[in-house]
Nanobody, 124 residues
Framework: QVQLVESGGGLVQPGGSLRLSCVAS????????ISWYRQAPGKERELVAI????????????NYADSVKGRFTISRDNAKNTVTLQMNSLKSDDTAIYYC?????????????WGQGTQVTVSS
């Protein structure tokens, strides 16, 4: 059974930090590109950061949305099937539900998996 379980969300003041984690199971984690998306109330879901697999030939292994560059850092630990999003200097605009996404091939078939999301609220 495929699972992506996010954790680490919560309420933080502007300028503060949070660390989100996504733990995966049920597929070959190391072969998948893992992304964090977010969706704020009334807005479309947007890509925040992506970290590709070691064998991915598409450009840079890590990309960020312009709005989070220099503040957020994505990393992965394939041994623990975990991706982390370190979020610093948080702003009210970062308030959203954050989702973990896994994209890749499993059993010769393209797969696109989503977690349930974790709420991040930036407010004083």
């Amino acid at each position: 059974q495929v699972q992506l379980v996010e954790s680490g969300g919560g309420l933080v003041q502007p300028g503060g930090s949070l660390r989100l984690s996504c733990v995966a199971s049920g597929f070959t984690f190391s072969r998948f590109a893992i992304s964090w998306y977010r969706q704020a109330p009334g807005k479309e879901r947007e890509l925040v950061a992506i970290i590709r697999s070691a064998g991915d030939s598409v450009g840079s292994s890590i990309n960020y949305a312009d709005s989070v560059k220099g503040r957020f850092t994505i990393s992965r630990d394939n041994a623990k099937n975990t991706v982390t999003l370190q979020m610093n200097s948080l702003k009210s605009d970062d308030t959203a539900i954050y989702y973990c996404n896994a994209l890749g091939m499993q059993g010769g078939i393209p797969r696109n998996y989503w977690g349930q999301g974790t709420q991040v609220t930036v407010s004083s």
